[in-house]
């Protein structure tokens, strides 16, 4: 321990200019460090045979006697087994870990979206997080700290006031209960996120089993279902000849291959010429490119293959309907815009639920070829477990058959 040094003056203190460690007295290990444009407090002892340097703030903002008095208290700790410096330490640990602990909701949601974002193959899953997030949670808890979040604020959330579809206003979980409950669902993940990370802890408030079912009413009482508008079945041929009429327009091309196929537009806006077989008269879609995650195999009708053979292969791309960047798909937008031009009211999505309507009223198909030919996921798990079959040689006849009447239904579409 370094011995104790003549009591200095304040002025003395004031006084000293030369660079280097001036011991000041008038408690143990107090000196005054002057350096290059600066001077502070430097407490100095040692402890289980290692010598410390523990800073006491700058001079002249900490005065001599405010320096003596922090020297003798950090003195006292010493006596009674505590290390300063490694206390001091320890107390920025815990600061830094308290305020990396102290995230806000909206910073937890960002990363959790960064984490799984790669679990999600169409972009638009992501948009659509970051949509819902934004428009109704964020401005309700956005910046609090996700630990804050309790049952009372995810109901201020799902029963605040919104415009419905229709233009009515309510209560968001009754107006929009499709968006809420995915909304919903969004915040139970992040919230679970953030109790496996340490971010918060107790149940999770979003829960809806055993917790929020208490609270709002299930949504098959309040949800009203939005299909996609579709055409009627009678119509599909006279649609053909209208889209054969535009037969220099890409997306028209690309909408007709839609409809002979009953895919969805994602598939088809991203389908390329290695997916497909001329030959074997077969369209193989990677189960990456899937809903469902599944290899999904598309027979190919006489009209279909015909319409891919007079597709010109576009230099620079692989795509069989690329935009006009070439390598890039077609936007989503491309068919709605289309068939906005052409006078309808109706979705591409909705010709699958065209060609489900047809098969239910005008053939008999079953419905498991039917469904496959949808490339619907099996609802049940067993039956899906126990499933050894795509059924592709059934469909074959079926896609036949769906392409003749979208091909010649046109005179007698009513």
Same mark, same amino acid.
Request: charged share 25%; proline share 4%; glycine share 8%.
């Given at each position: ?250 997306? =028209?091309?690309? /909408?007709?291959?839609?409809? &002979?196929? %009953? #895919?969805?537009?994602?598939?088809? !806006?991203?389908?390329?010429?290695? @997916? ?15 809903? =469902?995650?599944? /290899?999904?195999?598309?027979? &190919?009708? %006489? #009209?279909?293959?015909?319409?891919? !053979?007079?597709?010109?292969?576009? @230099? ?99």
């Amino acid at each position: 321990m370094p011995k104790i040094a003549r009591r200095l003056t304040a002025l003395e203190v004031a006084n000293l200019k030369k660079k280097g460690l001036h011991a000041v007295g008038g408690a143990v290990g107090l000196y005054l460090r002057v350096a290059d444009g600066s001077r502070g407090w430097i407490y100095r002892y040692s402890m289980d045979g290692k010598r410390f340097d523990y800073g006491l703030g700058r001079y002249p903002s900490v005065p001599l006697d405010a320096a003596r008095a922090a020297a003798m208290a950090q003195h006292l700790k010493i006596r009674n087994g505590i290390n300063p410096v490694e206390e001091r330490a320890s107390r920025r640990t815990e600061k830094t870990l308290a305020v990396l602990k102290n995230k806000t909701f909206k910073e937890c949601a960002a990363l959790y979206i960064e984490a799984h974002s790669g679990e999600w193959r169409n972009p638009k899953h992501i948009k659509q997080w970051e949509s819902t997030l934004a428009t109704y949670a964020f401005p309700v808890f956005g910046g609090l700290s996700v630990s804050q979040i309790d049952t009372g604020l995810v109901l201020v959330v799902l029963q605040q006031k919104t415009q419905g579809q229709g233009g009515q206003s309510g209560e968001f979980w009754k107006v929009k209960n499709e968006t809420a409950s995915r909304l919903r669902g969004r915040i139970e993940a992040i919230l679970d996120w953030a109790t496996v990370r340490k971010y918060r802890t107790g149940d999770n408030p979003a829960r809806w089993s055993g917790h929020l079912e208490h609270e709002l009413p299930k949504p098959g009482k309040v949800q009203d279902v939005q299909h996609y508008k579709s055409l009627p079945w009678q119509q599909v041929g006279e649609f053909v000849q209208k889209l054969r009429g535009l037969r220099g327009v890409p997306s =028209a091309i690309a /909408l007709e291959f839609l409809i &002979l196929t %009953a #895919a969805r537009s994602g598939e088809v !806006r991203g389908a390329t010429w290695d @997916e497909i077989d001329l030959e074997k008269k077969v369209w193989t879609v990677p189960a990456k490119r899937m809903k =469902a995650g599944q /290899l999904h195999r598309v027979p &190919l009708s %006489a #009209a279909s293959l015909s319409l891919l !053979r007079a597709l010109p292969r576009i @230099e620079g791309t692989n795509l069989l309907f690329p935009s006009i960047r070439k390598n890039v798909a077609m936007s989503d937008m491309v068919f709605s815009q289309l068939l906005a031009r052409m006078g309808y009211d109706i979705t591409a999505h909705g010709f699958r639920s065209t060609f489900r309507t047809w098969g239910g009223e005008q053939t008999n198909y079953p419905h498991d070829v039917m469904e496959h030919a949808l490339a619907h996921k099996e609802p049940d798990p067993v039956v899906e477990a126990y499933s050894r079959t795509d059924l592709y040689e059934k469909r074959i006849k079926l896609m036949d058959d769906w392409a003749e009447f979208a091909d010649h239904f046109s005179a007698l579409a009513v």
